[in-house]
């Protein structure tokens, strides 16, 4: 995204200033002190020791952490007083957490939330929540940007390798690289409750999914899917609907 790239190249402030505002997130030698300790001392600890000294200094680097989390070997947090989990969060080896944004929460969880392994939480300047009870599968990408939430219900399953979220670039000037272009942002992702994503599957910034929907492997949502529809393709079409079973 173009905020984080001009955040992390502007030469107006200092190196440290930007390693705080885009990595730890609060100003102060405390918190720099806080974040760099915490992950010095458990971040790549493996086994129950690591799992217990990440539970002590990472998770009370959250803006809030509920009952039981677990917090797996090699987690990366960006701005974690941005982020909220509530009880039995946990996220296997390897994820991101990423809740830098302006709003006033980055990343909300609620309780019994399971990341696999690799997943990536980023808000990007928007928000995301995952409601009680979602399970993001391994190498899963969730990605919001300024403006926009996305916002995936309760009892959610999505498969490992899926994208959810990210931004339209705009490309109609010929002379300018795209990258420079800004975003066509839309407002985000919904997702109802109930749904079930399989592998590989990307929905794109715009859409809304109903509840209890089915979007096939490999579907590339770009236009909004009923409630207990099944999408599939690429870009993804109805093909069908849960109610025809019943």
């Known amino acids: ?9 502007d030469v107006s402030t200092s190196a440290l200033k930007r390693y705080q505002g885009v990595v730890v997130g609060k100003p102060g030698l405390g918190s720099l002190a806080g974040f760099e300790l915490g992950h010095l001392m458990s971040q790549n600890v493996p086994g129950a020791l690591g799992l217990v000294l990440r539970k002590k200094l990472l998770a009370r680097l ?6 039981s989390p677990v917090l797996g070997q090699g987690l990366t947090l960006r701005c974690p007083g941005k982020i909220h989990v509530g009880d039995r ?4 080896a390897h994820g991101v957490l990423d809740g830098r944004t302006e709003e006033d929460v980055g990343i909300r969880c609620g309780d019994g939330v399971l990341c696999g392994h690799n997943a990536t939480l980023s808000a990007k ?19 919001s940007a300024p403006g926009c939430t ?16 990210g931004t339209r670039y705009n490309h109609g000037d010929l002379e300018r690289p795209i990258a420079d272009q800004g975003h066509d942002r839309r407002g985000g992702v919904t997702i109802g409750a109930g749904t079930l994503v399989y592998a590989r599957a990307t929905i794109i910034d715009g859409v809304t999914i109903g509840k209890g929907a089915v979007i096939a492997a490999g579907a590339v949502v770009n236009k909004d899917v009923p409630d207990f529809a099944i999408a599939a393709g690429v870009p993804a079409k109805i093909v069908g609907s849960r109610k025809d079973a019943s």
Do not use: K, N
């Open 89 to 92: 969060f946990s996220i296997d």
């Open 62 to 67: 959250f803006g809030r952490c509920g009952s």
């Open 1 to 9: 995204m173009a905020e984080v790239r001009d955040a992390v190249h």
């Open 125 to 143: 300047g928007g928000r995301i929540v995952l409601r009680d009870r979602v399970q993001v599968g391994v190498h899963c990408t969730i990605l």
């Open 150 to 165: 996305v916002d995936i219900g309760e009892d959610i399953a999505i498969g490992p390798y899926s994208f959810i979220g």
